[in-house]
């Protein structure tokens, strides 16, 4: 079970963003879109995704979104390889100290996923999508 595949960094100005890293890091990504909703970065072992912040609180929580004073901007994605692998992960959030902060359920994207939070306060999302593959390393593969 061991898939921390995404780390998704809130961003003010995506445009901008995506040139930075990919000027100052040489971070690289197959989004050639003009003006995509959001990029994914392919890196060694993870993939870092970035996300208008504005975007990202809601996704975390579209009526009681965060403040982005009380939230630093980062989610951490397990992505998984079945619907009732993210249920039986949100089955043990709360008894091993965790908070849920969204159920999971089918969203906008296609995909169902639910957030929680760590015993730091960290937020996560726990994720899966029929359609996603991974490769020999449980890395998943987006085109």
């Known amino acids: 079970?061991?898939?921390?595949?995404?780390i998704a960094l809130s961003v003010k100005d995506?445009?901008?963003s995506k040139e930075f890293y990919e000027n100052l890091l040489g971070f690289q990504t197959p989004n050639k879109e003009e003006n995509p909703a959001v990029i994914f970065f392919d890196n060694n072992g993870t993939k870092l995704e970035l996300c208008p912040a504005d975007m990202l609180v809601k996704d975390i929580n579209e009526t009681n979104p965060p403040r982005i004073s009380d939230f630093s901007g980062i989610t951490l994605a397990?992505?998984?390889k079945t619907k009732e692998e993210i249920d039986e992960i949100f089955a043990k959030v709360e008894?091993?100290?965790g908070k849920?902060?969204?159920?999971?359920?089918?969203?906008?994207w296609?995909?169902?996923s639910g957030y929680f939070q760590d015993l730091d306060g960290h937020?996560?999302?726990a994720a899966f999508f029929e359609g996603w593959k991974f490769d020999e390393n449980n890395m998943l593969i987006i085109e």
Do not use: D, T
């Not at 849920?100 to 906008?108: A, D, E, G, L, Q």
């Open 95 to 97: 008894s091993l100290g």
């Open 78 to 80: 397990y992505n998984a």
């Open 123 to 125: 937020y996560w999302e």
């Open 1 to 6: 079970m061991n898939r921390i595949n995404i």
């Open 110 to 112: 296609g995909g169902y």
């Open 100 to 108: 849920i902060v969204k159920r999971p359920r089918r969203v906008f």
């Open 14 to 16: 995506l445009k901008k």
